[in-house]
């Protein structure tokens, strides 16, 4: 056989098989989505139980492990002057919007050292929309000292951490790992 027709060979099975590989890559790099909402949830592994924890919130309510039973709850660990825990109210107050119905309850712990004088305008001008609280130190060591904020967890109907996240996350990313779970 000589060079041309050899060439011409490749050329006529490289050409499709390239074209097939191409129009492959979308399937190749997406990850495979769940077949359903209960097996997304099975997906995130169980951490831990949830601690037992109790504190009382800026409205006078007590929020914690027992008043919440039988919800999905973040807990989120925050503060009035962390750039990144900011950021992520918006996304908390639309998420705790749309699920409340559903069970979602969202908390937010603030490790503020002005305590309500600082959370409370905050929470105000951000137009929070879930209970707020000021972390104790007990609360904050029951879930494990924090190595930053801010620190999220999630947790499961049955009083599991799902999910344990250390610094921020977009809103829309974070929604698809809670949302299975309810």
Known sequence: MNRTAFSSRIVRWSVPLACALFAALPALRSEPESSSPVAAAAALPVIGPAPSWKLVSLDGNEVGSEALKGKVVVVDFWATW??????????????????????????????????????????????????????????????????????????????RIRHKKTGSMEAADYEKLLAPLL
């Not at 908390?92 to 979602?104: E, F, N, T």
């Not at 603030?110 to 001008?125: C, I, L, M, T």
């Open 82 to 159: 962390c750039g990144p825990c900011v950021h992520e109210i918006p996304g908390y107050v639309a998420m705790q919007k749309k699920y409340a119905d559903r069970g979602l309850v969202i908390v937010g712990l603030s490790v503020d050292r002005k305590g309500e004088a600082a959370v409370r305008p905050f929470a105000k001008r951000m137009d929070v929309n879930y209970p707020l609280a000021i972390a104790t130190p007990e609360v904050i060591a029951a879930f494990g000292e924090l190595e930053a904020i801010p620190t999220t967890y999630l947790i499961d109907r049955e009083g």
